[in-house]
């Protein structure tokens, strides 16, 4: 079985394939409307979602797919105290794909663990988000035409924004990336970001306090929402929530071939005014979503019949000891999970949890 957990579960060669596809897709709609004929997607939504649960669907029927799920834990039987493993054993039955939003950290490999079908992660917690990866990177390559010696800032919140740590995991993999951190000092990147995404594979960065001072030398400028779904204090975020707003006039500097993406939804951190620059590329990117899920479906449900595309979910290297999870919204702290730890590069005999990379306690 194959699953897409983490954006480097694909292969260079597995994420080509997907970005190639969706490019043919774009060209010959008419090739794909029975590609996924008799099969169904399930979305399975823990948490809010507008675009990534409706491209899905879009997608699926795009293909020929039918599409079924819940949009809200409440009304499902979640609400009655089912856990993520039982209720993904469950769907297994009914559908032949799932893509999984949920809020705690490392649920969909959770849901990996116990599926008969493909898990797609759609989201968990603050962790991870491939497929808004995905929608980036098809984004990046019809925008600006290629993946190597892009300088990228990340703007906003990179401390619970998931797309943010999805995507500078997936350009960690090209030549010549450099990373610029535009965040303030409460919503700075997690350490495991830079040490085991960043400084493991070379991949430069610098944190600053101001778009303005970098504006010029950047290919991308990716700006985030505060994620105030994620803060436990409400006055922290309320402090935080106004501390990057791109206007016209930060634009000043920039370069005309300079593209601006957001996964969206926004909420005020680009003013509405931006929309009509020609370098604010995020509405272009919400359609490049529903385009590169297609190509993903399609994909991940041939993958499902060729045991070679199997990938291991827990890493050969990972332990199980005495150590716990030091996140408290990881699901190994939240449900009845079997634990595993990784050691981490940067402190030898220190470890990190396979589920969300945060680091372990005794
Ligand atoms: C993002 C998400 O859910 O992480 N949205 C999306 O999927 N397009 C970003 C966000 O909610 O800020």
Not at 107 to 128: F, K, T, Y
Not at 273 to 292: C, H, I, L, S, T
């Amino acid at each position: 079985m194959r699953h897409l957990i983490d954006p480097t579960d694909l292969s260079m060669q597995e994420l080509n394939e997907i970005i190639d596809l969706a490019l043919d897709i774009i060209e010959n709609r008419d090739k794909y409307t029975e590609a996924c004929k008799g099969k169904k997607l399930a979305t399975l939504f823990y948490e809010p979602s507008t675009r990534t649960r409706l491209s899905f669907t879009s997608a699926m029927l795009e293909l020929g797919g039918t599409v079924l799920g819940f949009s809200d834990a409440k009304s499902s039987s979640v609400a009655k105290g089912e856990t993520c493993a039982d209720t993904t054993k469950t769907i297994s039955c009914f559908a032949d794909i799932i893509a999984m939003r949920h809020f705690e950290e490392g649920a969909a490999l959770v849901a990996a663990q116990n599926a008969r079908i493909p898990v797609i992660n759609a989201g968990d917690g603050s962790h991870s988000h491939p497929t808004q990866t995905l929608t980036d990177l098809l984004t990046i390559k019809r925008e600006v035409g290629r993946f190597d010696n892009l300088t990228i800032g990340f703007c906003g919140d990179l401390r619970f924004g998931r797309t943010v740590h999805s995507l500078i995991k997936a350009m960690s993999r090209y030549e010549g990336v450099k990373v610029v951190l535009i965040a303030p000092e409460q919503l700075r990147l997690p350490s495991y970001m830079k040490q085991e995404v960043c400084d493991k594979n070379n991949i430069p960065y610098v944190e600053v306090s101001s778009m303005e001072e970098v504006m010029g030398d950047l290919d991308i400028l990716y700006m985030t929402r505060v994620q105030k779904e994620r803060f436990l204090d409400e006055d922290e975020f309320d402090r935080l929530k106004d501390s990057f707003i791109l206007d016209p006039s930060k634009l000043k500097n920039a370069r005309p071939e300079m593209r601006i993406l957001h996964p969206l939804p926004r909420v005020n951190e680009i003013t509405v005014d931006v929309d009509a620059d020609p370098r604010a590329a995020y509405f272009r990117q919400v359609e490049n979503g529903k385009f590169v899920r297609m190509a993903l479906i399609m994909k991940l449900l041939e993958w499902a019949k060729d045991d070679s595309k199997t990938i291991d979910l827990i890493p050969a290297d990972a332990v199980k000891n005495e150590y716990v999870c030091s996140n408290k919204r990881c699901i190994s702290n939240l449900e009845n999970v079997d634990s595993y730890f990784r050691p981490r590069t940067d402190k030898p005999g220190k470890f990190r949890c396979v589920y969300c990379e945060s680091k372990a306690k005794l």
